[in-house]
């Protein structure tokens, strides 16, 4: 079955302490990216990627890292997450570098708590 | 500034009953515009994809109109069901990113 797999589903942390969300895709798509979720907000962007060694930042990248060693994965790192970064986080991919015509693929989100 | 948005916020409705959600957008220049459905919990999943020269796209229940002279589209929900309890939105491409409108909350009642 064609998905995107974020890990983990839930996750409480605390500030300062230095996390991952792991998100892989078994479409072989070439572009992927983070998303955040906020109440009252639309998805906004986190990072993305067009293709492997390939990342770029999106509207809301600061306190994000990102790798994209491998066309499957595709991680976001929090490094020292703050309270302020408590939120609804998405992975999607989409079949080809340009995003004129495609559909992207959504994961099923990562609910993140930083306390 | 490219901007998405969304009317109504929330929408209440009887199981059965049709109804219209709209999106208006200043995004420029303009690739296409998507409706995604997102049920609680769940990733968005699109409904929709329509290009600039696309007046209408129906998929199933759900019918997307476009009136790019006016920048706006709707998405007509058709003799809803409980399952169609879920936001609603719209996202707008330039030629390489999308803008996400802040959804439309949709829940029928039985």
């Known amino acids: 079955e064609a998905q995107v797999t974020q890990n983990p589903r839930y996750l409480i942390t605390v500030t300062g302490k230095k996390l991952t969300v792991t998100c892989s895709q078994n479409?072989?798509?070439?572009?992927m990216s983070w998303y955040r979720q906020d109440p009252g907000l639309g998805l906004r962007q986190i990072y993305y990627?067009?293709?492997?060694?390939?990342?770029d930042k999106g509207d809301v990248p600061e306190g994000y890292k990102v790798s994209r060693k491998e066309k499957r994965n595709f991680p976001l790192i929090l490094e020292s997450p703050s309270p302020n970064q408590t939120s609804l986080y998405f992975c999607?991919?989409?079949?080809?570098?340009?995003?004129?015509?495609?559909?992207?693929?959504f994961g099923a989100g990562t609910r993140l708590s930083v306390l | 500034k490219n901007q998405v948005e969304q009317s109504p916020q929330s929408l209440i409705i009887l199981e059965g009953k049709n109804c219209t959600l709209q999106?208006?957008?200043?995004?420029?220049?303009?690739?296409?515009l998507r409706w995604y459905k997102q049920d609680t919990g769940r990733g968005p999943v699109s409904l929709t994809i329509?290009?600039?020269?696309?007046n209408t796209k129906s998929n199933g229940r759900y019918t997307a109109t476009l009136d790019a002279d006016t920048k706006q589209s709707s998405l007509h929900i058709t003799a809803s069901q409980l399952s169609d309890s879920a936001s609603y939105i719209c996202?707008?491409?330039?030629?390489?990113?999308?803008?996400f409108g802040t959804g439309t909350r949709l829940q029928v009642f039985p």
């Open positions: 999607a991919s989409s079949p080809r570098t340009g995003l004129a015509k495609n559909i992207q693929y």
């Open positions: 479409m072989n798509h070439e572009y």
């Open positions: 990627s067009m293709n492997v060694e390939v990342t």
């Open positions: 999106c208006n957008y200043t995004v420029s220049p303009f690739s296409n």
């Open positions: 329509m290009t600039f020269s696309e």
């Open positions: 996202v707008v491409s330039d030629t390489d990113k999308l803008i």
